[in-house]
T-cell receptor, first 114, second 112 residues
Framework: AQKITQTQPGMFVQEKEAVTLDCTYD???????LFWYKQPSSGEMIFLIYQGSYDEQNATEGRYSLNFQKARKSANLVISASQLGDSAMYFCAMRETSGSRLTFGEGTQLTVNP | GAGVSQSPSNKVTEKGKDVELRCDPI?????LYWYRQSLGQGLEFLIY????????KSGLPSDRFSAERTGGSVSTLTIQRTQQEDSAVYLC??????????FGSGTRLTVV
């Protein structure tokens, strides 16, 4: 069974600094996809970034990058130049290619301080 | 529509009553998912529809929960004889192909 672990219930960062949110996963599949979503207090789930297990390059989307270490089974999200609007809950999720559902971690509450 | 639409956005119901939650996916998206998010928790998979295939119901927590998808589009999640532990945000997502899951804004269900 697949499992996602986010060990940081809460993180704090100063505005304009970079922050790394941790995510480790467990799967027996060779082919899978890793996702990060942002959930502000309004409740919507906003897709941030995706990494396929066979992608050789780490995914990047603007200020977001995914530090993918396949051997360690980790997929940490790096947010550069934090902004006050980045304050939200962040979820790591995985989809095994053999299935279709996303399995989510418990989330990390990020607070950006001015 | 442009996004996934869920209704109602909020629902308060008395314990023991039945409720229906609606999801209108993005046009052309063949896959539709229901998730449940309890307060301060991650998302828990409930059920998945893909085209005309039989749905994956493996995440439904009890037989009080059921869902259908009519005409490959709109889906309704029904909870019978609601209990207080059913209080949560119910999120719907749709996908056409590839990694692009789009979530709705959810229905916040409160059972009193």
């Amino acid at each position: 069974a697949q499992k996602i672990t986010q060990t940081q219930p809460g993180m704090f960062v100063q505005e304009k600094e970079a922050v790394t949110l941790d995510c480790t996963y467990d799967t027996s599949d060779q082919s899978y996809g890793l996702f990060w979503y942002k959930q502000p207090s309004s409740g919507e789930m906003i897709f941030l970034i995706y990494q396929g297990s066979y992608d050789e390059q780490n995914a990047t989307e603007g200020r977001y990058s995914l530090n993918f270490q396949k051997a360690r089974k980790s997929a940490n999200l790096v947010i550069s130049a934090s902004q006050l609007g980045d304050s939200a809950m962040y979820f790591c999720a995985m989809r095994e290619t053999s299935g279709s559902r996303l399995t989510f971690g418990e989330g990390t509450q990020l607070t950006v301080n001015p | 529509g442009a996004g996934v639409s869920q209704s109602p956005s909020n629902k308060v119901t008395e314990k023991g009553k039945d409720v229906e939650l609606r999801c209108d996916p993005i046009s052309g998206h063949t896959a539709l998912y229901w998730y449940r998010q309890s307060l301060g928790q991650g998302l828990e998979f409930l059920i998945y529809f893909q085209g005309n295939s039989a749905p994956d119901k493996s995440g439904l927590p009890s037989d009080r929960f059921s869902a259908e998808r009519t005409g490959g589009s709109v889906s309704t999640l029904t909870i019978q004889r609601t209990q207080q532990e059913d209080s949560a945000v119910y999120l719907c997502a749709s996908r056409r192909e590839g990694p692009g899951y789009t979530f709705g804004s959810g229905t916040r269900l409160t059972v009193v």
